[in-house]
């Protein structure tokens, strides 16, 4: 394996290798099996200990730094070129080369990678945020109104009809202001302003003259709560952290799905940004996840979960008959990677997750 590194701390994105298969069957039969999970392993849960980065697939690295320093002040923190038979095998593109950059915005970090080549499909432009592959991270912001004047003027593409104030009839989410917006690869993205009796006390602590402090968590969709739960709670460890259940035309125009109803429920590990699943109760006319979506594919996410273990983790993902996309627990021996070995897994609806353990 090749690595041209142009950064002091590069990573290795270990990729996705896409079986049709198995994202229909970890749908069909995730909830059977992790149910039995904690009784077929005598050692418990994984026990993820960190999220330290979210990971998405863009079409032009140049154009993506740009509009996250430019628009979103993220900074650049590692910048890496990989490629080699290696790498090949690990993410399951023949003749890939990527180049994968990490940005930071305060305490926590993105990680963008661009296949060089081979080149993957965009995201649908019809894609709407009920359908499985739907992913975001959300930024929080310390003045919403500021915030949506600046991407405004950035003239970015909206994903909701404009920022929203959930009702303060909803105890759990009154209070919250939110806008949903796009990247320039389609990547639904979203910035989150709390109340001050809402949301991380770190949130109200860093207020003032900066306007976007860091990254609260990730959301997915989900189709069965209950399923993803069983993954993220029962399996790997995470700790539920809040619940919700949103409707309303707030909520609505928020998502932009018309009659949207959903099931909210917020998990977190030990430290870095939570996971938040989403449930439409309504409409129920998203579609699944794509069982051919590939890791060079645009619509291509990836949650990185820290472990003590990662052989360790993967038997215990095996025993619960967890589908795995890499093909086995890779060992890297470069320092400057950031990590010592790593494996991917998909969740109950398809979304990919990275395990990696740290140096």
């Given at each position: 394996?090749?690595?041209?590194?142009?950064?002091?701390?590069?990573?290795?994105?270990?990729?996705?290798?896409?079986?049709?298969?198995?994202?229909?069957?970890?749908?069909?039969?995730?909830?059977?099996?992790?149910?039995?999970?904690?009784?077929?392993?005598?050692t418990?849960?994984?026990?993820?200990?960190?999220?330290?980065?979210?990971?998405?697939?863009?079409?032009?690295?140049?154009?993506?730094?740009?509009?996250?320093?430019?628009?979103?002040?993220?900074?650049?923190?590692?910048?890496?070129?990989?490629?080699?038979?290696?790498?090949?095998?690990?993410?399951?593109?023949?003749?890939?080369?990527?180049?994968?950059?990490?940005?930071?915005?305060?305490?926590?970090?993105?990680?963008?990678?661009?296949?060089?080549?081979?080149r993957?499909?965009?995201?649908?432009l019809?894609?709407?945020?009920?359908?499985?592959?739907?992913?975001?991270?959300?930024?929080?912001?310390?003045?919403m109104?500021?915030?949506?004047?600046?991407?405004?003027?950035?003239?970015?593409?909206?994903?909701?009809?404009?920022?929203?104030?959930?009702?303060?009839?909803?105890?759990?989410?009154?209070?919250?202001?939110?806008?949903?917006?796009?990247?320039?690869?389609?990547?639904?993205?979203?910035?989150?302003?709390?109340?001050?009796?809402?949301?991380?006390?770190?949130?109200?602590r860093?207020?003032?003259?900066?306007?976007?402090?860091?990254?609260?968590?990730?959301?997915?969709?989900?189709?069965?709560?209950?399923?993803?739960?069983?993954?993220?709670?029962?399996?790997?460890?995470?700790?539920?952290?809040?619940?919700?259940?949103?409707?309303?035309?707030?909520?609505?125009?928020?998502?932009?799905?018309?009659?949207?109803?959903l099931r909210?429920?917020?998990?977190?590990a030990?430290?870095?940004?939570?996971?938040?699943?989403?449930?439409?109760?309504?409409?129920?006319?998203?579609?699944?996840?794509?069982?051919?979506?590939?890791?060079?594919?645009?619509?291509?996410w990836?949650t990185?979960?820290?472990?003590?273990?990662?052989?360790?983790?993967?038997?215990?993902?095996?025993?619960?008959?967890?589908?795995?996309?890499?093909?086995?627990?890779?060992?890297?021996?470069?320092?400057?990677?950031?990590?010592?070995?790593?494996?991917?897994?998909?969740?109950?609806?398809?979304?990919?997750?990275?395990?990696?353990?740290?140096?």
């Amino acid at each position: 394996m090749t690595c041209v590194v142009r950064g002091t701390r590069a990573w290795l994105l270990l990729l996705v290798v896409s079986g049709g298969a198995s994202v229909v069957t970890a749908q069909a039969t995730s909830s059977r099996r992790l149910s039995q999970a904690s009784a077929s392993t005598d050692t418990g849960m994984v026990g993820v200990e960190a999220l330290p980065v979210v990971g998405m697939t863009v079409s032009d690295m140049d154009r993506s730094i740009a509009f996250y320093r430019d628009v979103l002040t993220f900074q650049v923190t590692s910048d890496v070129e990989i490629s080699g038979d290696e790498f090949e095998h690990l993410s399951g593109v023949f003749g890939a080369r990527v180049r994968v950059v990490r940005m930071r915005l305060a305490d926590e970090s993105i990680e963008l990678t661009q296949y060089l080549t081979p080149r993957g499909r965009p995201i649908p432009l019809d894609s709407r945020s009920n359908d499985g592959w739907f992913q975001h991270v959300a930024i929080i912001v310390s003045d919403m109104d500021a915030a949506y004047r600046r991407l405004r003027a950035q003239r970015v593409e909206h994903a909701s009809t404009g920022p929203q104030r959930l009702p303060d009839s909803n105890p759990n989410a009154g209070g919250i202001k939110a806008f949903y917006f796009k990247d320039p690869d389609q990547h639904v993205l979203e910035v989150l302003q709390f109340p001050r009796e809402k949301g991380s006390t770190k949130w109200h602590r860093q207020a003032g003259d900066t306007l976007f402090l860091g990254i609260d968590h990730t959301a997915i969709v989900s189709r069965s709560t209950e399923a993803s739960l069983a993954f993220y709670r029962d399996l790997l460890g995470m700790t539920v952290a809040g619940t919700s259940e949103n409707f309303g035309t707030e909520q609505e125009h928020l998502n932009n799905v018309f009659g949207a109803r959903l099931r909210i429920t917020a998990l977190r590990a030990a430290s870095g940004p939570g996971v938040e699943l989403l449930e439409y109760l309504a409409p129920s006319d998203g579609r699944p996840f794509p069982p051919d979506l590939r890791s060079n594919d645009v619509g291509h996410w990836e949650t990185t979960l820290t472990v003590r273990s990662a052989a360790r983790a993967a038997e215990q993902l095996r025993r619960a008959g967890t589908p795995t996309v890499s093909s086995g627990v890779t060992t890297v021996t470069d320092a400057s990677l950031g990590f010592r070995t790593a494996f991917l897994v998909r969740d109950p609806d398809g979304h990919v997750v990275r395990l990696a353990e740290r140096r």
